[in-house]
């Protein structure tokens, strides 16, 4: 079957950098989107990797290794409206997105 | 910011209703898809389209159906809503092409008594 890991929760600091990994497993693979979600709102996009490397988006990045099946979403100074959920979804062959359950990011002061 | 609309935002109705959830882009985007997802877990794909009069079942369609006669109207009808149907379900729209990203609506939180 296909599947998206990714942690539940994770907190940090204000002013910090947190690293929030995904890994997968899916039936091929055409890119990997890291989204955010706030509460009660839509998800929108934020990265997207389709070969391995860093990509830098401001205060944002996200890593690929395709041969691991692992991608991170690094977020630097981080500030309190960055608390949200952060999801992982990766297009398998079919240019289907599979999506992970969310990491619940509480940014303290 | 993205051009798509979903209506209602908030629904509540009665077990054995039919509704439909409307949804609409401004983006002229070829695929359109809609979602289910519940607090804390991952969207599930209901049901998708490439372009009119196309349309695919996801993973949870079996008590739901949708039509595209028009490039920016994709809307979804529960023939007989259960209260196993509530939860939040998000359209998204996505341009042509294998790896674009999607957009999505604000989303309609359906509860069902």
């Known amino acids: 079957g296909q599947n998206i890991d990714q942690p539940t929760e994770m907190t940090a600091t204000e002013g910090a950098i947190v690293q929030i990994n995904c890994t997968y497993q899916?039936?091929?693979?055409?890119?990997l989107f890291w989204y955010q979600q706030h509460a009660g709102e839509a998800p929108t996009f934020l990265s997207y990797?389709?070969l391995d490397g860093l990509e830098e988006k401001g205060r944002f990045s996200s890593f690929l290794s395709r041969s691991k099946g692992y991608s991170y979403l690094l977020l630097k100074e981080l500030q309190m409206k960055d608390s949200a959920s952060y999801l992982c979804?990766?297009?398998?062959?079919?240019?289907?997105?599979?999506w992970g359950a969310g990491t619940k990011l509480i940014i303290k002061p | 910011e993205a051009d798509i609309y979903q209506t209602p935002r908030y629904l509540v109705i009665g077990t054995g209703k039919k509704i439909t959830l409307e949804c609409s882009q401004t983006?002229?985007?070829?695929?359109m898809y809609w979602y289910q997802q519940d607090p804390g877990m991952e969207l599930h794909l209901i049901h998708y389209?490439?372009?009119?009069?196309?349309?695919e079942k996801g993973d949870l369609s079996s008590e739901s159906t949708v039509s595209r006669i028009r490039t920016e109207h994709f809307p979804l009808t529960l023939e007989s809503a259960r209260p196993s149907h509530t939860s939040q379900y998000l359209c998204?729209?996505?341009?042509?092409?294998?790896?674009?990203?999607?957009?999505f609506g604000q989303g309609t939180r359906l509860t069902v008594v």
């Open positions: 979804a990766v297009m398998d062959s079919n240019y289907q997105l599979i």
């Open positions: 983006m002229g985007h070829d695929k």
């Open positions: 990797n389709v």
């Open positions: 998204a729209s996505s341009p042509q092409g294998e790896s674009t990203e999607a957009f």
């Open positions: 899916t039936s091929g693979f055409n890119g």
């Open positions: 389209s490439y372009g009119v009069n196309s349309t």
